[in-house]
């Protein structure tokens, strides 16, 4: 079992910037392949961005070139860092995480609001 904590959502006005970060349990966090993804209100869950356990990354087209997402493998973290944010990021952000198993794990979600 693999616990996912994300943190960092919040309110920020448009044009700003947040930075998310998931903490994931246990002492395999390098062999996982970890995603964002966020549910805006009254949609479904899209994928924001990953980065496999060996560093190679892809994001949504609506986020290239303003979010990045990276990983520290020795704190057990990925983070999404999050820039000129616009109304359409407003939704709960979600990490997850594939073990090399095929499970899959999902955090409680964090939520990011952009007023404009």
């Known amino acids: 079992q693999v616990q996912l904590v994300e943190s960092g959502g919040g309110l920020v006005q448009a044009g700003g910037s947040l930075r998310l970060s998931c903490v994931a349990s246990g002492s395999f966090f390098r062999t996982y392949d970890m995603g964002w993804y966020r549910q805006g209100p009254g949609e479904e869950r899209e994928l924001v961005a990953r980065?496999?356990?060996?560093?190679?990354?892809n994001y949504a087209d609506s986020v290239k070139g303003r979010f990045t997402i990276s990983r520290d493998n020795a704190k057990n973290t990925v983070y999404l860092q999050m820039n000129s944010l616009n109304s359409e990021d407003t939704g709960v952000y979600y990490c997850?995480?594939?073990?090399?198993?095929?499970?899959?794990?999902w955090g409680q979600g964090t939520q990011v609001t952009v007023s404009s």
């Open positions: 997850n995480a594939w073990t090399i198993t095929s499970f899959l794990y």
């Open positions: 980065i496999t356990r060996s560093g190679t990354t």
